[in-house]
């Protein structure tokens, strides 16, 4: 029995690509929304509401600076982190670079570990194989899974 996969066509329809990747989008935005309680709560345990009004509320003074240019840096950073994501995903979308291994048959693999033709053949036929060895780690029985 193959184990089960999720294949997600390729060819689907354009529409259908875009609702799901907008269900999923939805979904991700309420799952986080839950977590926003527990995020805020720990947040001013740690001190966050200290630094905020520190660099914020001096002396009921609001800092235009800071708080014009800490948001700021911070959209900077974000945008250049997704530029950055998507230039490597054009850049590596379309290219496949690993080169393909040469098959490997029976004699070469029974030379590498030593073992038997007979051992060889079980270990070709079988997806799990559960090896015994012996004192030198050679391969002396193999037995076929399920």
Not at 18 to 31: C, D, E, K, P, R
Not at 79 to 107: C, H, K, M, Q
Not at 109 to 119: F, H, K, P, T
């Amino acid at each position: 029995m193959t184990p089960p996969i999720i294949n997600h066509m390729p060819a689907r329809r354009p529409r259908k690509r875009f609702a799901s990747g907008a269900l999923t989008a939805a979904a991700w935005t309420v799952y986080a929304w839950l977590w926003v309680p527990l995020i805020t709560a720990v947040a001013w345990f740690i001190g966050v509401r200290t630094a905020y009004l520190r660099l914020y509320l001096n002396d009921n003074e609001i800092d235009a600076f800071l708080l014009l240019s800490l948001p700021l840096i911070a959209l900077v950073c974000s945008v250049l982190l997704l530029g950055w994501a998507e230039y490597n995903r054009v850049r590596f979308s379309r290219t496949d670079r690993r080169r393909r291994r040469e098959p490997i048959d029976d004699e070469q693999v029974r030379i590498a570990l030593g073992a038997s033709a007979a051992l060889t053949t079980k270990l070709r036929e079988g997806r799990i194989v559960q090896l015994a060895l012996d004192d030198d780690a050679n391969p002396v029985a193999a037995r076929v899974g399920s």
